[in-house]
């Protein structure tokens, strides 16, 4: 744990005692007492905001460029915006990192947890403010977007695997109430944006190598000059278009996807390797207004049986912004949008690794149609109010074609929908500064793999479950700091109804039902700056207390859940702390992260838990340029410590195999060559 360890890298900070600062801070490198990770984490926040502040003095006049976000939809600095939002750079998604997922630059970003499950059939654990923990696979209760086209289907699935983060320019990731304005999300949004073509065609070549194992990626990715979209898969018209104040754009989408699962009916055959490839299969083509596509196939399995899934989804939406310049600005959007999902859904006796015998076979839509408004109004020196709305009715069918004397007709369909309101206010004590506050709802329904099965064995959809509605209200601060730096923090809370919860899970079906009440109190801290000497450092903090405020019962045999129980899947506290150290004359940079998570538990009942765990890596990277050409390396090491820990916890698993193990000691290196021409 190289970062925030001695006593050189601990300011003296007026009104704190720095000797009791560096006794904690090496009681928390033991990891044996909460009492060590409270005060550890207390020494690296106020070290690290101590540190930026110390810089100078509070009236100098900041020299940073804003950064501007589009979460509202329209470009601002994030320093406007009544909400928590951070965005992760290029730099930042590239360095040093192999820039396959999202859990490698994401874990910077309080609020948000984003784990590696190490199986690709999976995808990533991502949460938002407690919100998303609890999915198998894919990702629910986080809305993903790439480009402005939906990663996240109208059910409120998606999947993260489909993001470039080699050609991305900036991850933006968005949390509370305002999240909400992008429809059936409720935790958050993670947008993820490519980045535009350079001035000059550019090419390059990458090698890396982890554990032993050579990965080569050979990726060539030729750039023409001068255009104004991005590079990659998903080019945008050059510049230009209406009048300036109006804009109307028609994102077009379509998808086809084959994603994991299991059959509803049939018995269970004796274990022994099958043959069927598991994982999801993505064909998606965005089209803004004409983009190519990324392929790929291989059926999915499930424990009780085979599942044959075909998916296509797409959709259209339109938006139109009105800009009122003037003393007092006002900027109002107005937006429709209308996605839809057609499944077709076979299901068959898993006959000794072969499909057996047809037990299930259903034609499954869902569509989802929706208006939103939003404006913002700087309706005072210092002073700005933002608020919107979004109508959201989102229908589910199901069509039967597996009818038989022992098999009843089960099709039908249910159809929910909620108008969202959502406000804020922003106060500008100081130009570098800003106090936010905001309120608004949220609302979350059922995916298809959470409508798939019913209580009991059952057969049919469970078109009983219900949405669930939550009311979010948050305050924060914001500040710029000089040298690039930053400085945020934020507190919410958020009351849910109906949150969704897991109900079974035996043989590969899980069940879910609706608990009555649940409460997240958080609190949100990230800071990051330069330090001098070529040091720069960045620290994330999230303490979350995620509970079920009612009491209820839940599994086969029902088991008593009482009130107070912690939300499983969600860890209560989470750390991210990094120190770098750049050499500008030669290209070459050292670095230290260290990663700790509170305890995690896996179930509703709160019966079994993940213990909480801190491990440290170790990175350094150099860059040269040479004409034309750009060359650079790196290598880490990941758990330095070779701790042994559950990254991850399948929520509610019916045998109690609750836990999936995270890698020990990893290290991994590579090279790039680039050339412009």
Known sequence: MPAFTGQDHIPRIAGLDHDYLVRQM??????RTRA????????????????????????????????????????????????????????????????????????????????????????????????GGRATFGVRGVRLIADGVPATMPDGQGQAATFDLATADRIEVLRGPFASLYGNSSGGVIQVFTADGPAEPEADVSLVAARGRQAHRGRERPRPAGLAGP????????RGGPAPGRRVRVPLRHAQERPPGAARR??????????????????????????????????????GGVVDLDRRYGGAG?????????????????????????ERRRGYVNDFGTAGALRRDEDDTVASTDAYAQGEWRFAPGWSASAGARHSRVAFESRDR??????????????????????????????????YANAGGGFETPTFAELAYRPGGATGLNFALQRARSRHAEI???????????????????????????????????????????????????????????????????WLDARFTEGFTSGTPPVPVPAGSRLPGVPGSMLYAELVWRHAASGFHAGAELRASGKVRVNDANTDAAPGYGVASLRAGLERRFGSWRFSAFARVDNVGDHAYAGSVIVAESRGRYFEPAPGRSWMAGATAAASF
Do not use: C, M
């Open 26 to 31: 090496r009681g928390f490198k033991t990891g």
């Open 36 to 131: 060590g990770l409270r005060a550890g984490v207390a020494a690296l926040s106020l070290g690290a905001a101590g540190a930026f502040a110390q810089q100078a003095p509070a009236a100098a006049e900041p020299r940073v460029a804003d950064v501007v976000v589009t979460a509202t939809r329209v470009p601002q600095r994030s320093l406007d915006i009544p909400a928590a939002i951070d965005s992760v750079d290029a730099a930042t998604l590239r360095e040093d990192r192999p820039q396959v997922n999202l859990s490698e630059a994401l874990g910077r970003v309080p609020g948000v947890s984003v784990q590696n499950r190490q199986n690709y059939a999976q995808d990533l654990q991502v949460s938002s403010r407690g919100f």
């Open 231 to 238: 590079a990659g898969p998903h080019p945008r018209p050059v």
């Open 266 to 303: 049939g018995p269970r055959p004796a274990a022994r390797p099958r043959r069927f490839p598991a994982g999801p299969d993505l064909r998606r083509h965005a089209l803004r207004p004409s983009v190519p596509g990324a392929d790929g196939r291989h059926p999915p399995q499930g424990s």
């Open 318 to 342: 339109v938006r139109w912004t009105r800009t009122v310049p003037g003393e007092r600005p006002f900027v109002f959007s107005l937006g429709a949008e209308r996605d839809a999902l057609d």
């Open 402 to 435: 597996y009818v038989t004397a022992a098999n009843p007709d089960d099709s039908g369909g249910v159809a929910y929908s909620r108008t969202v309101p959502v406000a804020g206010l922003v106060f500008e004590p100081d130009p570098g500064w800003r106090l």
């Open 476 to 542: 924060g601060a914001k500040a710029r700091l000089p040298e690039g730096g930053r400085l945020t923090a934020a507190l919410f809370r958020i009351d849910t109804r109906d949150e969704i919860v897991t109900d079974t899970s035996v043989g590969g079906r899980t069940t879910f039902k609706n608990a009555s009440r649940t409460r997240r109190d958080g609190f949100e801290l990230a800071a990051d700056g330069r330090l001098g000497g070529g040091l720069e450092a960045s620290v994330a903090y999230t």
